[in-house]
């Protein structure tokens, strides 16, 4: 067998991959987030993004305020840390008046919105996990959560699907 | 095979090869897709990104102003 031969079956084929973890639920990190998930899936990445505590409230169901999850104080805390749209920016809120003005502002210049980023990150089929801890706090189902949300995960197989890669805290 | 015609002058980043490449996925090979972009981040990533994932990229030529036309073969 020739030398290039050799080197072609032997080589390990290397997909670049991305890993997220999406903490904190707010809409600008949220938008930092999915604008880099997007990004990289759109250029040949694998990506992950391990939602977790706050960050869980992004792949809800329910995008609005409703009251998720089993008894009483996960209810209640559902309710006021609600979905995707209801998600607060991280300064400068407004008692949510802001996440409605940078919806507007983003529209008005053809800047991609949260949900238009998440729709995105569905068609290519970014890989979304959900922390299996916080959702034991927060008393939350995988029913809770969007289709596309793949598994359940813990610390072990996050570190396991994330080697090899670049991981972001978000 | 069919040409298929996506306009991203009005996106911007990562709208911009996020949206090629879900048009891209969804054409059968030897398929092509006629990208209009305009100079900048887009004419230097969209060509290159495509190029990088195994598509092939015929032509790349100006249209008018900062509008460009980028062919690209899936």
Known sequence: ?170 | MSTVKLDITKEHCPMTFVKTKIALSKLQSGDILEVLLVEGEPLQNVPRSSREQGFKVLEVSHVEGQIHKVLIEK
């Open chain 1, 1 to 170: 067998m020739e030398t290039a031969d050799i080197l072609k079956t032997t080589q390990p084929i290397v997909q670049k991959k991305l890993s997220i973890i999406s903490f904190s639920g707010d809409f600008d990190k949220l938008v930092a987030a999915f604008t880099l998930a997007t990004g990289a899936a759109a250029v040949g990445y694998e990506v992950n993004i391990f939602f977790t505590f706050w960050g869980l409230d992004a792949i809800k169901k329910k995008q609005g305020r409703a009251f998720v999850g089993t008894g009483f104080l996960p209810k209640l805390f559902g309710f006021f840390m609600g979905g995707l749209r209801s998600a607060p920016v991280s300064r400068l809120n407004f008692c949510g008046l802001s996440p409605k003005i940078f919806r507007y502002l983003m529209r008005k210049k053809n800047v991609a919105t949260l949900e238009e980023l998440v729709e995105a990150a569905k068609a290519l089929e970014v890989n979304l996990y959900a922390c299996e801890m916080a959702m034991h706090i927060l008393g939350l189902q995988k029913s809770d959560f969007i289709h596309e949300v793949k598994d359940v995960l813990g610390v072990a197989t996050f570190l396991d699907i994330s080697e090899g890669g670049r991981t972001l805290f978000i």
